[in-house]
T-cell receptor
Framework: SAVISQKPSRDICQRGTSLTIQCQVD?????MFWYRQQPGQSLTLIATANQGSEATYESGFVIDKFPISRPNLTFSTLTVSNMSPEDSSIYLC??????????FGPGTRLTVL | AQSVTQPDIHITVSEGASLELRCNYSYGATPYLFWYVQSPGQGLQLLLK??????LVQGIKGFEAEFKRSQSSFNLRKPSVHWSDAAEYFCAVSRGGADGLTFGKGTHLIIQP
């Protein structure tokens, strides 16, 4: 499986600011996804990061709040914009591997004060 | 829309005892089914997956799961648990390909000495 890294691993931010999370994969992958895990909750898909085109967002998530970039087949960023305490979550990227299996990065733990 | 139900929020098992974690899904066709484990402060690790074929699938760490179409279930089992199995377990479903994962709410496994 691919080796996936995320930066930063954690951060504490002030409300109203923005944070960009990076996801780096050690091999080229077609599919990359971003998920949110709110405290004590399950994972929810935010969007699919498409290389060369706009991300595809799930219901309840919008581009203005969670802009995503996918400049190439090994890298993606997720920005959490105009943050509020409700955005405090773990944000995880995943990549599609062989056989439609998804592998996850270690996550970014975000706390918004 | 697809959905996943994990009816047990918490399960406590004695070390060395057998384990079964329940997962029911709702999906119109044969889904792609997954079990992931999340240890405290860690990312998600894939335990096993089912796409087609043999309905009993073997995974890592001695886990297995059985797909039962008639019951729309994909229960996870382990014959003898170890203290290191204490973690959060998530069942997930997808349609495969470019589709993201839909997760259940998770089952928190506690191991008693």
């Amino acid at each position: 499986s691919a080796v996936i890294s995320q930066k930063p691993s954690r951060d504490i931010c002030q409300r109203g600011t923005s944070l960009t999370i990076q996801c780096q994969v050690d091999s080229q992958v077609t599919m990359m996804f971003w998920y949110r895990q709110q405290p004590g909750q399950s994972l929810t898909l935010i969007a699919t990061a498409n290389q060369g085109s706009e991300a595809t967002y799930e219901s309840g998530f919008v581009i203005d709040k969670f802009p995503i970039s996918r400049p190439n087949l090994t890298f993606s960023t997720l920005t959490v914009s105009n943050m509020s305490p409700e955005d405090s979550s773990i944000y995880l990227c995943s990549v599609g591997g062989t056989g439609d299996t998804q592998y996850f990065g270690p996550g970014t733990r975000l706390t918004v004060l | 829309a697809q959905s996943v139900t994990q009816p047990d929020i918490h399960i406590t098992v004695s070390e060395g005892a057998s384990l079964e974690l329940r997962c029911n899904y709702s999906y119109g066709a044969t889904p792609y089914l997954f079990w992931y484990v999340q240890s405290p402060g860690q990312g998600l690790q894939l335990l096993l997956k089912y796409f087609s074929g043999d309905t009993l699938v073997q995974g890592i760490k001695g886990f297995e799961a059985e797909f039962k179409r008639s019951q729309s279930s994909f229960n996870l089992r382990k014959p003898s648990v170890h203290w290191s199995d204490a973690a959060e377990y998530f069942c997930a479903v997808s349609r495969g390909g470019a589709d993201g994962l839909t997760f259940g709410k998770g089952t928190h496994l506690i191991i008693q000495p």
